[in-house]
């Protein structure tokens, strides 16, 4: 199977204003492995939910994972690793938390940094998500 560019996209569009000019897609799989671009907090039509609120960004975050998994043929049970991105360690317990509650069960690997900041002031968390599809569910 050749890659699979989901929900593709130029940021000239999404940032405009910006000078930008990259095609880029929200999920890729490749073969049994599905990668997905960093999640935040703005819905998977670009509207920012929870301004001020780094749990409610974590909880939107992590519905556009389940759906954006789901689109590329995976599920949450499929995730293996993710690394999560705060902008202020008083964030880390609401993220944490809503991050914790979608992967309830499944057990990936973790890495979570702290960051001076995001693609915008708004965002305060950012995760990135790798899965993978067992073999007899392809």
């Known amino acids: 199977m050749a890659h699979q560019r989901i929900r593709k996209f130029n940021t000239k569009d999404a940032w405009q204003g910006q000078g930008l000019d990259n095609d880029l897609a929200m999920a890729v799989r490749a073969g049994n492995r599905v990668f997905l671009r960093g999640q935040v907090g703005m819905d998977l039509d670009g509207n920012l939910v929870g301004i001020g609120d780094a749990g409610a960004q974590a909880e939107q ?7 954006l998994l789901e689109e590329a043929g995976s599920k949450l049970d499929h995730v293996c690793k993710t690394t999560i991105y705060i902008t202020d360690r008083a ?17 990936p690997c973790s890495t979570g940094l702290i ?10 968390m950012e995760i990135d998500i790798e899965a993978v599809i067992p073999d007899d569910e392809l």
């Open 115 to 124: 960051v001076n900041g995001l693609a915008r002031p708004e965002l305060l």
């Open 61 to 67: 975050a992590m519905k556009n994972v389940k759906q």
């Open 91 to 107: 964030y880390r317990g609401d993220v944490y938390r809503a991050v914790g509650t979608a992967l309830k069960g499944v057990h």
